[in-house]
Structure formats: structure tokens, C-alpha cells
């Protein structure tokens, strides 16, 4: 593969999503990904479903849940959603042969990304003492649930726990008594991307001093990091953020509005938006208490009465098309299936053909950046579907001369 991240070897000792996730980012953009998977069962993920899909030359290749009676080699569509672009090797980490040949990899690396619990590494004699004598210019990515130090620093994590430590379920919902999660594992989603956007940071440190280093995240500290104005209002202004189910909490009109057929969402985000909006719709934009955003926020319930009595005229589709006409942001709500049917999403390259090892032929969700030089598109666009578990592990051994 090319890419940007082409001269780069990671080696991949995480599993399930958040390291998973990072060193996909990094495999998307060229570099060489070498997951270590425990022999037999592999990455914890494999085994999440349904749904599942079964290689084809065993029947139908059809979805189903895991009762059905088919193969057991079939392939998680979790799994493969987080592991595109790599290559698999099985290692036990406990047995010394395994371990050196971890280590023969290591000696090679420029990266290595690891998400076991604070101390597990130190008790399989893999420390990063021990990582960074071995390679001093690694650069060690550390991904825990709540961070490695700290009252709760051995604590582990999983998605869902942590998008409610960290305060994102208290603002997501319909309301304040109804405390809901994002509908991805976003807090592990997260907790990958800034793992890897402090990988390049540290890389990038590399080049000056010759120097690798460990660079720590969790998925506390990813969550609370994008609490954004939501952080702000408690710190500065001392005001708790609660659920406001579809609607901004400080911007109205700006939510989800119900329509003659459906449902259409605007984002009224200036006053000049909003005159817009209101001539459009021959509404008074200077009405007596509505005429600013602060006023219309704290009126927001009369807001949505307003705007759902204007839209209950129209049917939805005409409804994006005036407001187009009138320049207001608006759009519908999709079903992924319409995602990935709609023509602009694969105008992005947001879907990819790759052929994968037991299933034939598959579609993947493709990576969300593209590159350019000049006028011309230099984004890879050939990418390799998600390993079997151990799909590579001959052909890793054999360069390491340990065939």
C-alpha cells in the first residue's frame, strides 16, 4: 500500500475497538499493521454478533445470528469493521517462543499500540522499560479506560460505562430524566482517534530527537474531551448540561422539527439565519420575544411550536427544497442503508470494495479522509479487507527468520 504512513510498522497487541481503531486510522493512511491476536479465538471482537457472515463457498454466504447451524468460521461484522488494512498473527504472550518473536517485531517497530489493564504488560515481561530498551526509537501508544493513574487508574472500561462516567449520557436523550447512549461505541471510537493523533504527535518528535516515547489516553479522557461547550457551561458559567433530546441547548431554532410527512432538521445559527428563515416563511423575525438567540433559547418550547405550525404544511422533500431556496442548513435523517446508498456519500470514497480471505468479495465503510496535490487526488484507494486470525502468521515468521 501507499499513503503518507507508508514507512511505518506497527505492531497491534489491542483488541476489541478503541487500539483497534487507531491502528486502523494509521493502516488507512499507508502504514503496515501487524496485529498479535491470541491463538484460538483472536481479537475478543471476533466473536461479537450477530450480526454474522459466513464464507460463501459453505452455503448461501448469508447474515444470521449465531444459532443457525452454520460454520464456525464465520466472521464477525464487528470485527470487521475496525480492522481493515492489516495483517494477523497469533501469539501467545505467556509462551517464550511467541514472546521473542513479539519482540523480534518490536526490535522493528516504529509504533506499537497496547490496551491491556495498567500492570499486565510488566507481569508478561513486556513492560515499557523493557519495550523502550529493546527499541529506543519506539513510540508505545497506551489506551486504558480511565487512565493509568489516578484513585480509579486500574479500572477497566468499556464503552458504554465510560459515556456515562464521563457525562456524555447525561446530555444525550430526550430529556433529563432519560439518559441515553451515543448510538456507536463512541467513547472507544474516540478514544482511538486521539490515540493516534498523539501517535503522529510523537513520531513527529521522533524526527528531532531521535527519541520515541509512551503516549497515554483512555476513554475517559477522550469523552471528556469532546464535552466541548458542554464543558464550558459547567466550568465558567457553573450551569449543568442536561439531555435536550433533538434540540441545541444553545441555539434555536436549531433541532429536529416534525413536518406534514416525517421530520426535517434546520440549523438557524445567526440572526441573519434567522431574519432568512422568518421572511421565508413569512414570519415576523423581530416578534416580541423571539427577535435574539438568547431569547428564542429560553422560549425554545414555544420556538418548536412556532416552526411545527409553519411546517405542517409541507411534505418533507419540498420542505429541504424551500429551504434551500431561502439558504437555511437543513437535511433529513437517514437510515444507514440510505448512507451508504446516496450518491454523495460514495462520491467521498465513504465505501470499499475489498476481497476478503474467507468471504469473497465484501463492502466495507472506507476512510474518511482523502489527499490531494494540486488538482490531482492522490487518496489510496486500494485498501486490503480485515485479516482470518492468523492469516499472516507464516509469512511474518518466515521474515523474521523464524520460519
Known sequence: MGGPLSDLLVVDLSRALAGPHATMMLGDLGARIVKVEAPGHGDD????????????????????????????????????????????????????????????????????????????????????????????????????????????????????????????????????????????PISDILGGMYGAYGLLAALHERERTGKGQVVRTSLLSATVGVLGFQGTRWTIAETVGRAAGNHHASISPYGLFRCADGAVQIAVGSEGLWRDFCEGFDLDPAMEGFATNPERVARREEVVEIVERVFAEWEAEKLLTRLAEVGIPAGKVRTIDEVFAWDQTHSQGLLIDVDHATLGGIQLPGPPLRFFDGDEETTNRDHAAPPVLDQHGASIRAELGRG
Open 45 to 184: 471482537t471476533r466473536g461479537w454478533g450477530p450480526p454474522f457472515r459466513w464464507p460463501e463457498s459453505d452455503g448461501d454466504g448469508h447474515v444470521g445470528s449465531a444459532d443457525d447451524g452454520v460454520p464456525e468460521d464465520r466472521e464477525s461484522t464487528y470485527f470487521l469493521s475496525a480492522n481493515r488494512n492489516k495483517e494477523s498473527i497469533a501469539l501467545n504472550l505467556k509462551d517464550d517462543a511467541d514472546r521473542e518473536v513479539l519482540l523480534d517485531l518490536v526490535d522493528r517497530a516504529d509504533v506499537l499500540v497496547e490496551n491491556f489493564r495498567t500492570g499486565v504488560l510488566d507481569r508478561l515481561g513486556l513492560g515499557f522499560d523493557t519495550l523502550m530498551e529493546r527499541n529506543p526509537r519506539l513510540v508505545v501508544l497506551s489506551i486504558t479506560g480511565f487512565g493509568h493513574d489516578g484513585p480509579e487508574g486500574g479500572r477497566s472500561g468499556y464503552d458504554q460505562i465510560a459515556q456515562g462516567e464521563a457525562g456524555l449520557m447525561s446530555i444525550t436523550g430526550s430529556g433529563a430524566d432519560d439518559p441515553q447512549k451515543v448510538g456507536t
